[in-house]
């Protein structure tokens, strides 16, 4: 129910945007976040944008990754810029709540986007 899109293969110092947007009849999401995993690395958080706009960053992404959502409040983006090769991972959006006319999904996860930075 979350398609995630954007990634890519760029050089240390470029930028990307990620993009994940929630299909169906939605009416409310509230907290959507980003995380990474790299190969033989655990999934970790990445940045976090709760429904209300406030927002929370990974200490090795500060000042470099900008989250945001869409006016609908049914995406979420991840503007990425000085990407460094550390950064390579596949990247996948996932929402806390997702809540429709008659229905309501926790824990929800997007498919995945591969961001590889080479050196």
């Known amino acids: 129910q979350l398609q995630a899109s954007g990634g890519g293969l760029v050089q240390a110092g470029g930028s990307l945007r990620l993009s994940c947007a929630a299909s169906?009849?939605?009416?409310?999401?509230?907290?959507m976040d980003w995380y990474r995993q790299a190969p033989g690395m655990q999934r970790e958080l990445v940045a976090t944008?709760?429904?209300?706009?406030?927002?929370n960053y990974a200490d090795s992404v500060k000042g470099r990754f900008t989250i945001s959502r869409g006016n609908a409040k049914n995406s979420v983006f991840l503007q990425m810029n000085s990407l460094k090769p550390e950064d390579t991972a596949v990247y996948y959006c996932?929402?806390?709540?997702?809540?429709?006319?008659?229905?309501?999904?926790?824990?929800?996860w997007g498919q995945g986007t591969q961001v590889t930075v080479s050196s």
């Open positions: 996932h929402a806390d709540q997702i809540w429709g006319a008659w229905w309501r999904k926790s824990d929800v």
């Open positions: 169906g009849s939605i009416a409310s999401i509230n907290d």
């Open positions: 944008i709760t429904s209300g706009g406030g927002t």
